[in-house]
């Protein structure tokens, strides 16, 4: 379930207090982003701005609700007894990398309390802090969403490049990865990148699972209530036979593929 903000216990602080986070939303029972059941903490602000965004709402830095860190781990420590052997903590967005330190914080924490770190990431910022913050992340979900960076830039206005140097990193430390692709007709359905980005990605140690991530419509209601116009209007939803033919391309280079 998600938990409407105004239920969330938080203090109206300075935005650069280190003991909080800001945060979009709080899903205490989630199954989708990491392995197990999962808290998942969505933050606030992203620099993407991918045409498919189902949730434009989270993108402002500004926006959503300071939340302290403490009350997050208590949170967390909680719900320990449901995440069983696999379950744990993922952070998603908006994009987490923003709030880089603030997260070292929060995991170095709920590892003290032997709960399972994940985080859920775009990949745009490969830094010494961003690498601080993966020493405490026990899997990284990285969603690689275009691997021609004209594409790319197309589809979120940014470049790639950073994206897949962090996953380059992340392979040199030997840690595990999950890859995300987000499977848009028209748009990240091309045979030829989707082989390209099966092929970069095929020799790595560390991708334990492939994520296929059906473009969907759900997220149309908010663009229009927040007054903006959504730019993939009349893109329709992968039919199950072009799910099946990224599947079938990925599968040639990783064992562990799914379509979410």
């Known amino acids: 379930m998600y938990l409407p903000l105004q239920d969330i216990e938080a203090a109206h602080l300075n935005v650069n207090?280190?003991?909080h986070l800001?945060?979009?939303?709080?899903?205490?029972?989630?199954?989708h982003d990491g392995p197990g059941i999962r808290m998942v903490v969505f933050v606030q602000g992203c620099q993407f701005r991918c045409l498919y965004c189902h949730n434009p709402d989270s993108l402002d830095v500004k926006g959503g609700i300071l939340v302290e860190i403490d009350e997050l781990v208590k949170r967390a420590v909680r719900q320990k007894g449901y995440f069983g052997d696999s379950g744990g903590v993922t952070v998603s967005g908006g994009e987490p990398l923003l709030q880089r330190?603030?997260?070292?914080t929060f995991f170095k924490k709920l590892k003290e309390?032997?709960?399972?770190?994940?985080?859920?990431?775009?990949?745009?910022?490969?830094?010494?802090?961003?690498?601080e913050l993966l020493n405490h992340t026990d899997l990284l979900l990285l969603d690689v969403k275009h691997i021609d960076d004209e594409w790319h830039q197309k589809l979120t206005k940014q470049s790639n490049k950073t994206t897949l140097q962090l996953a380059a990193y992340r392979e040199s430390t030997g840690k595990p990865m999950w890859l995300r692709y987000v499977l848009v007709p028209g748009w990240t359905d091309q045979p030829e990148y989707l082989e390209q980005w099966a092929q970069h990605f095929g020799n790595y140690k560390t991708v334990e699972k492939v994520q296929i991530i059906p473009y969907h419509q759900l997220g149309i209601h908010k663009w229009e209530a927040m007054g903006l116009i959504y730019p993939l209007?009349?893109?329709?939803?992968?039919?199950?036979?072009?799910?099946?033919?990224?599947?079938?391309?990925?599968e040639k280079y990783f064992e562990d593929v799914v379509v979410v």
């Open 22 to 31: 800001r945060i979009h939303s709080l899903e205490t029972f989630g199954t």
């Open 113 to 131: 309390q032997g709960i399972h770190t994940c985080l859920d990431s775009n990949g745009k910022l490969n830094t010494p802090d961003v690498h």
């Open 233 to 250: 209007i009349g893109t329709p939803i992968p039919t199950y036979d072009e799910k099946e033919r990224a599947k079938g391309i990925f």
């Open 101 to 104: 330190s603030k997260l070292t």
């Open 17 to 19: 207090d280190p003991d």
